[in-house]
């Protein structure tokens, strides 16, 4: 199966009634998808498609997703079995399907079943159409007719796949986790061996140790990678065990964590007929806490001097802290200059900004971390200030926020030390 494609989101302009909207619907579907050509005289097995809805805007609400499915397209090529949410018309051609809230992250809600139809041969193509609407902060959104569809063909050959399992909340530092790792060959030929691959996030440990693996050590965005490759044969509709369960261990250092899980035939020249299920992604938040502080400086010095304040930030841990879907870094932290100074060096993080509420005479910067936060990290700031007019106290300010607006720094149980004092001339 191909990529994941979500369509519609981000332009503003897909809605109902003529006025600019605050928010976008997407509908996330696979491009492409291939179910197995039936056996003479047999039927083969029903295959997943599964499609999701989602919106844009992570500070507002949409209900009533609607997701209208058309597979007028696969007469002659597929069959398809409806699942409950949905509604097909007297053809069973067209349906309307029930996805209730719509989340901001793909989420599948409308779960299609599909198998090869007995007269349809190798190669033969069909296209499954979507079309959504649901209801939006400023009335309804739609996703634009057509915008969004499943391209699927007859084939023959090996699919292996694996199970995603159930993402999981408030798991306590310590506690081990088994992973759902079996592997099923859902095509019509034997798969003669298979390999796994996993990356692990920097929270958890893989505490299974198969001789037929292969680990490194954490790189970059803190995953750790390991490659396995194991010469069981997999028959059409077997389903195979590793040797052993797969554990995880959640370490003392876990918070938002995420573990995935791919398998592939052995032999690099034979191609895996779907490769939606080739992978899984597993997120795990552990129950943690991760206390962040700024280290503020005091300095001194005369009209034309130059004075180097070094405030710093700390994380006190116990958890380490990454924003793994995304990519961007998590923490900001805002430099308010003291009064009567001008910063002559900046570190290559930083860079000066103005945020609603910040006074006209005030210059502020804005600095970045690294994407990832360790418990250990210690990060020193070095401005270099000149000072223009001594002014006795002059105090700048420190602050450590969530580089994100909409995702505010939860996991830290102490604000109160997310702030602190650069004072240049202190009178004490």
Known sequence: MGALVLTGLGSGAAFAGGAAQSDGLAIGAPESAVVTVAPEGGETRYRPVDIGLTHENHETVVTDGRLTVDVTGLAGVAEVAWPDNCAPDEAGTVAVCDTGNVPNRYTPTVHLKVRAAAEAAVGAQGAIEYSAEAAGPDGTLVAPSGSARTLLTVGSGTDLGVSPPQDVTGVAPGSTLTVPSSVTNTGNETAHGFKVSMWVSYGLDVTTRYPQ??????????????????????????????????????????????????????????????????????????????????????????????????????????????????????????????????????????????????????????????????????????????????????????????????????????LTNNSAEVVVNPSA
């Open 213 to 414: 693996c292969t680990s490194t050590a954490p790189g970059s965005g803190g995953f750790t990678h390991v490659a396995c490759s194991f010469d069981t044969d997999v028959p059409p509709g077997a389903t195979v065990e590793l040797p052993e369960p797969l554990r995880l261990t959640v370490t003392g250092h876990a918070l938002h964590e995420r573990f995935e899980y791919g398998v592939q035939p052995a032999d690099e020249t034979v191609v895996d007929l779907d490769s939606s299920d080739d992978n899984l992604t597993w997120h795990i938040d552990a129950d943690n806490t991760a206390d962040f502080a700024m280290k503020g400086t005091e300095v001194s010095g005369g009209v034309g001097d130059t004075v180097t304040t070094a405030f710093r930030f700390v994380n006190n841990g116990p958890a380490w802290v990454a924003d793994l879907t995304s990519g961007d870094p998590l923490v900001a932290i805002d430099f308010y200059l003291p009064e009567g100074t001008t910063a002559t060096s900046v570190p290559r993080t930083c860079r000066t900004t103005k945020a609603p509420g910040d006074a006209p005479d005030v210059v502020h910067y804005a600095c970045t971390l690294p994407t990832w936060t360790t418990p250990d990290l210690d990060v020193g700031f070095p401005f270099a200030l000149r000072i223009d007019r001594v002014v006795p106290d002059a105090t700048g300010r420190v602050v450590a926020r969530s580089y994100s607006a909409s995702a505010p720094l939860a996991f830290d149980p102490d």
